[in-house]
């Protein structure tokens, strides 16, 4: 067996499942990454949000990150059977890279959503000004 890799995978699960079954699907995808020999090392939920494009005829989807360590020769396996989950509207598994570690990463995309939130309250500050001068 080759030495686990560590991943990221992003899936949207069909926004219209309702908080239980949508755990269940959680709980799923969870047993799935075992049974293929993978260790979750740390999981963000983003919950529903809007989709880029119309799938299924959603608009929204519930979107799940994982990150888990696994070895490289079952990922095929792996993603063959995400596609059979019923629940999943769409995936992707990708590798993550060596020289970066997930403290570090997960540290930066902190930081970053920190200055972002800043920003986006910034804007909206502006906003309510310039309405407020229109009046």
């Known amino acids: 067996m080759s030495e686990k890799q560590l991943y990221e995978m992003m899936v ?8 239980k079954k949508t755990k269940e699907a959680l ?37 799940h990150i994982s990150y888990f360590t696994m070895p490289g020769e079952k990922i095929a396996a792996l993603e063959h059977d995400l596609k059979l989950l019923q629940p999943i509207m769409r995936h992707i598994v990708l590798k993550f890279p060596k020289n970066l570690t997930l403290e570090e990463y997960l540290e930066e995309t ?26």
Do not use: C, M, N, V
Request: glycine letters at 10%; hydrophobic letters at 25%; aromatic letters at 6%.
């Open 12 to 19: 949207i699960i069909k926004p219209d499942l309702g908080e």
């Open 27 to 63: 709980a799923t995808l969870q047993s799935t990454l075992e049974e293929h020999g993978g260790e979750t090392s740390h999981t963000d939920d983003w919950g529903k949000r809007r989709l880029a494009y119309t799938i299924s005829g959603h608009e929204e989807g519930y979107y």
């Open 110 to 135: 902190g930081r970053i959503s920190s200055i972002q939130a800043t920003l986006e309250a910034e804007e909206e500050k502006i906003k309510e000004e310039k309405k407020s001068k229109r009046r």
